[in-house]
């Protein structure tokens, strides 16, 4: 069967103009694109590339005339919940095309997440199958181990030309609808900030650093917060915002947690330019009276407060799952595929505090082997291995 592969919007850089091109050379397969903004446009290939500059009314239409003429048969989307996507998905549901969606991974960071028809608590994971998974005889996934130290600046640089060139074509896509709300000059602006912010807090988080593994190791509950405007948030949760999460989280640790445990909230390292709680928390702890036992940071090492925190809450985030890898009791509050019994606390908020135990060990193993065999692919957007298209291309084709 001839594979008509249209690709919308991916990771910043070029990744899948490059997954394009490799898919491309297969037998009986043709690649399109469909690019939105100006950052598209810069990183995609012009030939069987399209430009969407049209209203965000009529991108149903458009597509659905897009991908009939072109006789499309799989759509591939980096976040399933962004606008355009969202309504890709429902097109490709209606016309019976398979929808694939990339993902940073459930298992950072040497993996990225590819799965049919959506991520997160979109993903079509299933816990009867992962009760039914039998791992033995299974090898370790190739190049699980591999480590991606330079990623971020590879990324940093990727997203400083595709937000630049967003801001260059805005004339031709001036109906365009971003996922982040923020005008270029906010963007820019916040990043400066975010590197400024980084060097002032960098005194305060070494502290903090030494203190979690003397006098504060298991004294403390970690709270991971996520990025404000997180799909994670805003399609994946009960909260309406990062704040409210955060007032929720207080108020019980006030009326709930022993006396003598902290509480840390991290700040999320790609929002730090972005946002700050640190007066918002202020106020709730002049309000519960929590002045001494809250602290918040921003870039202390996340593997340490995770080893040596009494137990981690969190929404969402992979985090939850770096901190089954610790072994650290941990409370989910939103929809993660993670939360499963045996693994993350089923217990109510109020109670976590003093009743919170350890993850099974042999289930969490089981758990990340399923996703290894399942969804996460060896590789990262921003550093290109060949056999990591090759391990993608024999998913979507096959």
Same mark, same amino acid.
């Given at each position: 069967?001839?594979?008509?592969?249209?690709?919308?919007?991916?990771?910043?850089?070029?990744?899948?103009?490059?997954?394009? =091109?490799?898919? +491309?050379?297969?037998? =009986?397969?043709?690649?399109?694109?469909?690019?939105?903004?100006?950052?598209? =446009?810069?990183?995609? !290939?012009?030939? !069987?590339?399209?430009?969407?500059?049209?209203?965000?009314?009529?991108?149903?239409?458009?597509?659905?005339?897009?991908?009939?003429?072109?006789?499309?048969?799989?759509?591939?989307?980096?976040? =399933?919940?962004?606008?355009?996507?969202?309504?890709?998905?429902?097109?490709?549901?209606?016309?019976?095309?398979?929808?694939?969606?990339?993902?940073?991974?459930?298992? !950072?960071?040497?993996?990225?997440?590819?799965?049919?028809?959506?991520?997160?608590?979109?993903?079509?994971?299933?816990?009867?199958?992962?009760?039914?998974?039998?791992?033995?005889?299974?090898?370790?996934?190739?190049?699980?181990?591999?480590? !991606?130290?330079?990623?971020?600046?590879?990324?940093?640089?990727?997203?400083?030309?595709?937000?630049?060139? @967003?801001?260059?074509?805005?004339?031709?896509?001036?109906?365009?609808?971003?996922?982040?709300?923020?005008?270029?000059?906010?963007?820019?602006?916040?990043?400066?900030?975010? +590197?400024?912010? @980084?060097?002032?807090?960098?005194?305060?988080?070494?502290?903090?650093? @030494?203190?979690?593994?003397?006098?504060?190791?298991?004294?403390?509950?970690?709270?991971?917060?996520?990025?404000?405007?997180?799909?994670?948030?805003?399609?994946?949760?009960?909260?309406?915002?990062?704040?409210?999460?955060?007032?929720?989280?207080?108020?019980?640790?006030?009326?709930?947690?022993? @006396?003598?445990?902290?509480?840390?909230?991290?700040?999320?390292?790609?929002?730090?330019?972005?946002?700050?709680?640190?007066?918002?928390?202020?106020?709730?702890?002049?309000?519960?009276?929590?002045?001494?036992?809250?602290?918040?940071?921003?870039?202390?090492?996340?593997?340490?407060?995770?080893?040596?925190?009494?137990?981690?809450?969190?929404?969402?985030?992979?985090?939850?799952?770096?901190?089954?890898?610790?072994?650290?009791?941990?409370?989910?509050?939103?929809?993660?595929?993670?939360?499963?019994?045996?693994?993350?606390?089923?217990?109510?908020?109020?109670?976590?505090?003093?009743?919170?135990?350890?993850?099974?060990?042999?289930?969490?193993?089981?758990?990340?082997?399923?996703?290894?065999?399942?969804?996460?692919?060896?590789?990262?957007?921003?550093?290109?291995?060949?056999?990591?298209?090759?391990?993608?291309?024999?998913?979507?084709?096959?």
């Amino acid at each position: 069967m001839h594979k008509n592969i249209l690709f919308l919007q991916g990771p910043v850089g070029s990744f899948f103009r490059q997954l394009a =091109d490799f898919m +491309a050379k297969q037998e =009986d397969v043709t690649t399109y694109q469909i690019t939105l903004n100006g950052g598209d =446009d810069i990183f995609s !290939r012009s030939k !069987r590339t399209t430009a969407y500059v049209g209203k965000p009314q009529d991108w149903s239409e458009f597509l659905k005339a897009y991908v009939s003429k072109h006789n499309i048969t799989d759509i591939v989307v980096f976040g =399933d919940c962004r606008f355009y996507h969202r309504i890709a998905k429902k097109v490709a549901s209606e016309q019976g095309m398979q929808l694939w969606a990339f993902e940073e991974g459930y298992l !950072r960071p040497s993996f990225i997440t590819l799965e049919r028809e959506g991520v997160n608590s979109n993903s079509l994971f299933s816990y009867e199958l992962f009760e039914q998974f039998n791992e033995t005889g299974l090898s370790l996934s190739e190049g699980e181990n591999l480590t !991606r130290k330079n990623s971020f600046w590879f990324m940093s640089v990727n997203a400083f030309i595709y937000y630049f060139f @967003k801001l260059i074509y805005a004339y031709k896509y001036k109906h365009y609808i971003h996922h982040r709300p923020w005008l270029f000059s906010e963007e820019t602006y916040s990043w400066i900030r975010a +590197a400024v912010r @980084k060097v002032t807090y960098a005194y305060n988080d070494y502290k903090l650093s @030494k203190s979690v593994k003397s006098s504060l190791s298991k004294q403390y509950f970690l709270v991971p917060l996520q990025v404000s405007v997180d799909s994670q948030i805003l399609f994946h949760s009960p909260f309406g915002s990062v704040e409210e999460f955060i007032s929720t989280v207080i108020e019980s640790f006030a009326k709930n947690a022993d @006396k003598d445990d902290f509480l840390v909230f991290k700040h999320h390292p790609m929002d730090r330019g972005f946002t700050n709680y640190q007066r918002f928390i202020k106020k709730l702890c002049y309000a519960y009276d929590l002045n001494q036992r809250v602290i918040y940071c921003h870039d202390t090492h996340l593997p340490t407060l995770l080893k040596h925190a009494k137990g981690t809450i969190t929404v969402n985030s992979t985090v939850g799952i770096s901190s089954l890898h610790h072994g650290t009791p941990t409370k989910v509050l939103g929809n993660a595929i993670y939360n499963i019994e045996g693994m993350t606390s089923q217990k109510e908020l109020h109670e976590f505090w003093n009743i919170s135990c350890k993850p099974c060990v042999d289930k969490f193993s089981k758990f990340t082997r399923f996703l290894k065999e399942n969804n996460q692919i060896p590789g990262s957007f921003y550093m290109k291995p060949t056999n990591t298209f090759a391990a993608i291309s024999k998913i979507i084709l096959s």
